[in-house]
């Protein structure tokens, strides 16, 4: 079956500070993957996908690239901001009909 | 704005009571939903597609006679957890399709059984 292992948090890192969030995944066939971020108190709400190897996906300085070589979907970003503090959830879809297979999460703290 | 509407946001009741929770797709058909149940500082766990015209699709584990999953119309799927218990709280979300577009989610349900 599907799986999805992201690095486990919390994550705790200075404003301006370099991000990574480590995403594999198993699947079969040729699944779309995504990150979601929740902030506090809120629902999940998508921040980037990709579709198929080799793209990218990029959203509000967040960027993910599908490597489909190491099974990887790692989230960066250059420069975090206070307000990046958040869970973020890498998933994967086999498809339209499917539901999402989520990883356990990462949160991710960024200190003034 | 919100594509997907889910209701109510909280709910605080009693061991043994009934609660239902639905989820409207806004402004879109949806003839595929999912629920999703997420524990505290887990992941979000896959409980059932929900199929309009048909029976709903339970993931392995999920007991579908307390766990009832009706899609009455094109832009409606309702969860209904029977006979809550303490260890059913918990924080329920639904999500719809919308094309080829990635699932847009509710906000979510927060359950509290006392």
């Known amino acids: 079956g599907n799986s999805v292992t992201q690095m486990e948090g919390p994550v705790t890192l200075s404003e301006e500070a370099f991000l990574t969030i480590n995403c594999t995944y198993t699947a079969t066939g040729y699944p779309s993957l995504f990150w979601y971020v929740q902030y506090p108190g809120e629902g999940l709400q998508l921040l980037l996908k990709?579709?198929?190897?080799?793209d990218k996906g990029s959203n509000k300085g967040f960027e993910a690239t599908y490597r489909k070589e190491t099974t990887s979907f790692h989230l960066e970003k250059g420069s975090v901001q206070v307000s990046d503090s958040a869970v973020y959830f890498c998933?994967?879809?086999?498809?339209?009909?499917?539901?999402?297979?989520f990883g356990k999460g990462t949160h991710l703290i960024i200190q003034p | 704005g919100a594509v997907v509407s889910q209701h109510p946001s909280r709910v605080i009741c009693k061991s043994g009571t009934s609660v239902k929770i639905e989820c409207r797709s806004l402004d879109f058909q949806a003839t595929t939903m999912f629920w999703y149940r997420q524990f505290p500082k887990q992941s979000l766990m896959l409980m059932a597609t929900s199929n309009e015209g048909s029976k709903a699709t339970y993931e392995q584990g999920v007991e579908k006679d307390k766990f009832l999953i009706n899609h009455a119309s094109l832009t409606l799927s309702t969860l209904t957890v029977t006979s809550a218990h303490p260890e059913d709280s918990s924080f329920y979300i639904c999500s719809a399709p919308l094309g080829n577009q990635p699932q847009h989610f509710g906000d979510g349900t927060r359950l509290s059984i006392l």
């Open positions: 990709a579709t198929k190897a080799d």
């Open positions: 998933a994967l879809s086999g498809g339209g009909a499917d539901g999402l297979t």
